[in-house]
Antibody, heavy 122, light 107 residues
């Protein structure tokens, strides 16, 4: 069965960096676009970024451009989110999510991980 | 970006009763709407996409409808495991955006 397991979260000071990972299993990782979605404590869902199945295309939420980068290693079935210049408002649970369509990016997320919590605080 | 507004914020329902959740977009999104269920401590679960297509393994008591700017998720007879928060999402235009959620609680 499909499994997505995020890791790398923790407490970090404002301005510092953090890299999140998402290890995938149960499907052919290299055939699907992958997304990051975040959820601030007690709040709703906010889409963060997507990377195409082959890693050649990326899109970000406008508010995050320039601070966050997304990448993937298809040989390791792993998705990454590099977060730089972290701010208090980046405090959230970060979920990785699989796109539903083979090769095509739709932004329909058919499988999600359990998330990794990032807390930005001095 | 497209704003998605859900109503009500909270819905109190007796078990085995039906529930209707609404979602409105501030511009047309065609049928490019998905619905997700989220329980405490878990990632969301896809229920419906394309406004009315149930995702794999989703019980038939969940049904989606609507097009353009008005969408509905109907749960025909709530089971104990259905009490959760539900989010709609549009995927017609980038960036994809979510509603603020409707919490379905036990009455």
């Amino acid at each position: 069965q499909v499994q997505l397991v995020e890791s790398g979260g923790g407490v970090v000071q404002p301005g510092r960096s953090l890299r999140l990972s998402c290890e995938a299993s149960g499907f052919t990782f290299s055939n699907y676009a992958m997304h990051w979605v975040r959820q601030a404590p007690g709040k709703g869902l906010e889409w963060v970024a997507v990377i195409s199945h082959d890693g050649k295309s990326e899109f970000f939420a406008d508010s995050l451009k320039g601070r966050f980068t997304i990448s993937r290693d298809n040989s390791k079935n792993t998705l990454y989110l590099q977060m730089n210049g972290l701010r208090a408002e980046d405090t959230a649970m970060y979920y990785c999510a699989k796109d539903i369509r083979f090769v095509v990016v739709t932004a329909v997320h058919d499988y999600w991980g359990r998330g990794t919590l990032v807390t930005v605080s001095s | 970006e497209i704003a998605m507004t859900q109503s009500p914020a909270t819905l109190s329902v007796f078990p085995r009763e039906g529930a209707t959740l609404s979602c409105r977009a501030n511009q047309s999104v065609g049928n490019k709407v998905a619905w997700y269920q989220q329980k405490p401590g878990q990632g969301p679960r896809l229920l419906v996409y394309g406004a009315s297509t149930r995702a794999t393994g989703v019980p038939a008591r969940f049904s989606g409808s609507g097009s353009g700017t008005e969408f509905t998720l109907t749960i025909s007879s709530l089971q104990s495991e259905d009490f959760a928060v539900y989010y709609c999402q549009q995927f017609n235009k980038w960036p994809p955006t979510f509603g603020q959620g409707t919490k379905v609680e036990i009455k």
